[in-house]
Structures are given as structure tokens and as C-alpha cells.
């Protein structure tokens, strides 16, 4: 008959076994040590008188190859658990990067586009203003301003001079509204082009950023290439802010200047209340004083007296 060890195929899967002190090893060692001592003994009788020599055995080298299946098979069944775990990350893994068939269906969007301005022009006097509002630009601006706004003519330096302190003083502020509403004019008219004019290459990015959003490339749903079109996205938002703040800035200054033009306005009427209310007696004894003379040097009679 023949003697050995029996083989033992492991599960695919199996919890970890608990760990095991030394003695307890030993122990194992001696029970397999007594249930396989009788077998040797009983296999050496029945031997042919041939082979009738016994045979050694280190019940030592027997323990310790019963340690070491112990600790490979441990081995293997961590290996086994260590392979699920890590199919397990790599569906999840897979999963996460597919998008879903239908998001650019149930979330694609078409927004409004800044358009080129157009109108017609009769005199052709506008083509300045509406190549400054689709172009932008300073100088396309100032020639907007020169060729469709009416322009003040320089007041004759010998006609100011002769205007007495609060008339010149008057004459100048008219000066300054106008000047200051033709920059901030301009100031706008540029602005306003120069954003027109960037549109459409903000809409093109906008269109690659909603293109890559709801792709359903692998590549693109990464966890770095959804990190890029986050990062994109914040800022397209923060300089589509900025035209915003410049739009309201402009506007402010347009308020501003209009702002001045009623101050001025109820400035100038207080100024000729205080006038009026200064040199009305002087005013009133000229006028009723001529009168005055100009009824006595009437005379009604027929000799002149």
C-alpha cells in the first residue's frame, strides 16, 4: 500500500484563518504525528523479508512542512482576496468612466450669441458707429463720435473775455459736460465692441466645452479631464464676469455724466435765483426811473408845454 499525504485543492475563495500560536501549531504536529505512526508501523510489517530495513522518520521536518502549508495556503487565500479587490476598483473604476448615452439629449442647450449690429444709414453718417460697436477699438470709437455727433465749436476767446466772472465761468462747465460725455461716449462705444467682437470666439470654446462635457469618450470623463473642464468652465465664467462688470462700469459712467448735466442745471437755476434776488431793487428803480422820464417828457399840450 502507499503511504503519503492527501492533496487538498483550495477554494476559490476562502476567509483568512485566524492566527494560530506556536504551541497550538504544535499541538497540530502531535496529533498528525500519532495517527500516522501506527499506518508507518503497520506498512513496515506487511513489507516483503526483502525491504525488511526500517525506515527513518523526522517527525520534526513533518511539523515543520505542515507549518509551512499552513502559512502557503494562507498565503493564497490573501492572494485570492487582494485579485477580487482589485477587479472589484477596476469595474468600479470602469463604470465611473462612462458617461451616460443620453445627457447631451436630456441637457444640450442652445443659447443666445452676440450678433454684428446693423442699420441703415441715409446719410452715411452711422457706418463709423456701427463698425465701433462690432469691431471695438478707441480710434474706431472716436471716429464713431466725430462723424455722428454733433460738435461744439471752440467759443471765441474775445467773446469770453468780455463775458462778465459767472458767465464765463458758466460757458466753461457747458465745455466740460460735453467733453466728459464724448469720452465716456467713446469709452462705452469701444467696450462694447471690443466684447461684440470677442463673442464669437467665446462661443466657439463654449461649444468645444459642451462638446467635451457630454462626450462619451472615456478620455474625456477621466477624473483629470473632468478636473480640466471644471477648471475651464470657472474660468470662461470669471472673464464672461468681467465683460459684465466692464458693461456696468460703462453704463455708471454714462449716468455720471448725466448725472452732471442736472446737477448743473439746478446749479445754474440757483445762481440766477441769487441773482435775480441780488439785483432786482437796482433792476426795477432803472426801469420804473425811465418810465418815469419818458412819461414826463410827454406832454399833451397843443403849444408843447
Same mark, same amino acid.
Given at each position: 500500500m502507499r503511504v503519503g499525504l492527501l492533496l487538498v485543492q483550495a477554494p476559490s475563495y476562502r476567509p483568512r484563518r485566524p492566527y494560530q500560536a506556536p504551541i497550538a501549531k504544535k499541538e497540530i504536529a502531535v496529533k498528525s504525528l500519532r495517527i500516522l505512526c501506527p499506518i508507518f508501523l503497520l506498512a513496515t510489517l506487511l513489507a516483503p523479508a526483502a525491504h525488511a530495513q526500517f525506515a527513518v522518520f523526522d517527525a520534526t521536518n513533518y511539523a515543520t512542512a505542515l507549518q509551512e502549508f499552513g502559512q502557503l495556503e494562507q498565503m493564497y487565500t490573501t492572494a485570492v482576496e487582494t485579485r477580487d479587490q482589485i477587479i472589484s476598483a477596476y469595474n468600479l473604476a470602469y463604470q465611473m468612466s462612462q458617461m451616460p448615452q443620453d445627457m447631451a439629449m436630456r441637457y444640450g442647450?442652445?443659447?443666445?450669441?452676440? @450678433?454684428?449690429?446693423? !442699420?441703415?444709414? /441715409?446719410?452715411?453718417?452711422?457706418?463709423?458707429?456701427?463698425?465701433?460697436?462690432?469691431?471695438?477699438?478707441? @480710434?474706431?470709437?472716436? !471716429?464713431?463720435? /466725430?462723424?455722428s455727433v454733433i460738435q461744439a465749436q471752440p467759443y471765441p476767446a474775445s467773446a469770453l473775455a468780455a463775458q462778465d466772472a459767472a458767465t464765463q465761468a458758466t460757458i466753461q462747465n457747458q465745455y466740460a459736460t460735453s467733453e466728459l460725455a464724448q469720452g465716456t461716449t467713446t469709452g462705452t462705444l469701444a467696450t462694447l465692441g471690443t466684447i461684440r467682437s470677442n463673442s464669437e470666439a467665446l462661443a466657439q470654446k463654449l461649444a468645444n466645452l459642451d462638446a467635451d462635457t457630454y462626450s462619451t469618450d472615456p478620455s474625456q470623463q477621466s477624473e483629470m479631464a473632468v478636473l480640466g473642464k471644471i477648471n475651464t468652465a470657472t474660468l470662461l465664467q470669471i472673464h464672461s464676469q468681467q465683460d459684465t462688470n466692464q458693461i456696468l462700469a460703462a453704463s455708471v459712467q454714462q449716468q455720471l455724466v448725466a448725472q452732471k448735466q442736472q446737477i448743473d442745471a439746478q446749479n445754474r437755476a440757483i445762481n440766477e435765483a441769487?441773482?435775480?434776488?441780488?439785483?432786482?431793487p437796482n433792476v426795477m428803480q432803472q426801469i420804473t426811473g425811465g418810465v418815469s422820464d419818458s412819461i414826463h417828457s410827454i406832454s399833451l399840450s397843443p403849444n408843447g408845454h
Open positions: 442647450s442652445q443659447f443666445t450669441s452676440w @450678433t454684428d449690429l446693423a !442699420a441703415p444709414d /441715409t446719410y452715411g453718417n452711422i457706418a463709423a458707429w456701427i463698425n465701433a460697436l462690432n469691431l471695438g477699438g478707441q @480710434t474706431q470709437a472716436l !471716429a464713431a463720435y /466725430t462723424s441769487i441773482y435775480f434776488q441780488q439785483n432786482f
